[in-house]
């Protein structure tokens, strides 16, 4: 069993285009939620979003090459660079059959099914461009980072909802730490602010209208990100040996599904997901500093999160710091789960507990440490960030300095 | 057939689809249905709101601003069939007054 380093780290969201950028929002605590600008919102119920804004795609890809990628591709793919440049790593031929992409996404290339959709069914189009299906199928960015990188190893795409990053995350950590791969390119991806999907989520009725406020006791729903995070993980031997810097070690992951509502919580589910990572990482509840939470800002989610932590943690729950960094880049979907182990490794690299942002006051039912909008000067050395689906899938990962 | 007469069969055509709509949603015999019956006793849980509120709107054309987070917010209690039918006839009153306006 080989223990597994961070050895690259690359993130696209509404927080800026690198991980500096990141960095940066993060310890200051800003909240990059605003007025939705690429689409039309005047028909939406729900008009904020954590966009990416001023991204220009054109500067990131040849015309040729832009054609074919979807914006959650082009995501994944900038964030993919900065990964593999941070690492140091060289895909020679032989490194290229023994690394593996393992991509989360919830939904794919949504901007592509929204808009040839809207064409044949809204339009009447008579055709659509050929590209339309390499576009929006789920897999593609998976198969473009492997495609850049000329990776031959193990690809797929995982998806599971708003935990589809840490479950393709925790697979990806598996098959180094089981030495199938020895090096796993792996993170997630999702842009799904499109007017299609909009309307979908203001049916659910569960979206702020003012912004994301996790824990907080006006707390009004969730607010939608977008972007991506990738990593690269080898094995820490393998990494030592190369002089690669060492970002941070995943010690654990753990899943559960909740098999009770498509879209409530459960708070079993959630906690048998941190108990099994704990398990799985051989770490005590003692041992965990920080947990970046799920944190929706729904009434549901926060509420739920809290009490599983309570029963996970024991005591230990109120001498942890917990805090959504959801409140600051949005919910990413599919993407999530890989902002949130980015923001984490970042936050455990730098010694600083990312903060939840427009925090206003407490939830008696929300009674933990959650770091309202300041970023917390402290040194630690174990972190869980959780992800808990719609549909009850839950997966844990556990992070180490 | 005067002004009162026409709107006060409107009002109850108003109350038979909202009665269908929430029989059909909590599939319960519409006629145990009365005002004071509580959408909590017909076991009508979070998911099945969001589908009374999206055929309310459907059947209305109207807009009903509810958020699961903030019930409050919407201006329309959805307690008991009586809120709902009263809640509804208000933002149909209100909808015709911003279409004659």
């Excluded at chain 1, 960095?23 to 008009?47: D, F, H, Q, W």
């Excluded at chain 2, 909590?40 to 009903?64: C, K, P």
Aim: hydrophobic residues 45%; proline residues 3%; charged residues 20%.
């Amino acid at each position: 069993m080989n223990r597994v380093a961070i050895t690259g780290l690359g993130a696209v969201s509404a927080l800026g285009v690198d991980v500096r950028a990141h960095s940066e929002a993060l310890r200051a605590g800003r909240c990059a939620i605003g007025p939705i600008t690429n689409i039309a919102t005047e028909e939406l119920v729900t008009k904020i979003a954590a966009e990416v804004r001023g991204f220009d795609p054109a500067s990131y890809f040849e015309s040729g090459k832009l054609a074919l990628l979807d914006r959650c591709a082009q995501f994944a793919l900038i964030a993919t660079r900065e990964a593999i440049a941070g690492s140091g790593l060289v895909f020679h031929d032989e490194l290229r059959a023994r690394a593996a992409v393992v991509i989360g996404a919830g939904v794919g290339g949504q901007v592509t099914l929204d808009e040839n959709y809207y064409r044949v069914y809204g339009q009447g189009a008579k055709r659509l461009h050929p590209f339309t299906i390499p576009k929006l199928m789920i897999s593609a960015a998976a198969s473009h980072i492997t495609m850049e990188l000329g990776i031959t190893g193990p690809s797929f795409t995982v998806a599971s909802a708003c935990a589809s990053a840490n479950h393709a995350i925790g697979i990806a950590f598996q098959m180094v730490r089981a030495g199938s791969v020895d090096v796993a390119v792996t993170g997630g991806t999702e842009a799904t602010i499109t007017f299609g999907t909009m309307k979908g989520w203001d049916a659910l009725r569960v979206m702020a209208p003012d912004t994301c406020r996790p824990f907080s006791h006006d707390r009004k729903g969730m607010v939608l990100g977008e972007g991506a995070a990738v990593m690269v993980l080898e094995g820490l031997e393998r990494a030592q040996a190369r002089g690669a810097e060492i970002l941070g070690e995943i010690v654990g992951f753990g899943m559960s599904s909740d098999a009770g509502d498509i879209v409530l919580p459960s708070a079993d589910g959630a906690a048998a997901a941190m108990r099994a990572c704990l398990a799985d990482a051989g770490l005590a509840p003692g041992d965990v500093n920080y947990i970046n939470a799920h944190g929706t800002g729904t009434a549901a989610n926060d509420v739920t999160e809290t009490k599983a932590i309570h029963m996970v943690m024991g005591e230990h729950a109120r001498r942890l710091a917990v805090s959504s960094t959801k409140s600051m880049h949005g919910h990413a979907l599919g993407a999530a789960g890989a902002l949130e182990l980015a923001a984490t490794v970042i936050a455990i690299r730098e010694s600083f507990i990312p903060p939840t942002a427009n925090f206003t006051a407490p939830d008696p039912q929300c009674d933990l440490d959650y770091v309202p909008n300041e970023a917390r000067a402290q040194r630690f050395d174990v972190a869980l960030s959780n992800s808990f689906a719609f549909g009850g899938q839950n997966a844990v990962l556990a992070l180490r300095r | 057939m005067s002004l009162d007469q026409k709107e006060k069969i409107d009002s109850a055509g108003i109350e038979s689809d909202i009665l269908d709509i929430i029989a059909k949603q909590a599939k319960v015999d519409r006629a145990k249905l009365t005002r004071r019956t509580a959408l909590a006793e017909l076991n009508i849980q979070s998911l099945d709101l969001v589908e009374i509120i999206f055929a309310l709107e459907d059947t209305f054309d109207l807009e009903v601003p509810y958020n699961a987070n903030d019930p409050k917010s919407a201006g329309v209690s959805f307690e008991n069939v009586g809120d709902v039918i009263d809640g509804v006839a208000k933002l149909i009153a209100e909808r015709d007054a911003r279409k004659t306006a």
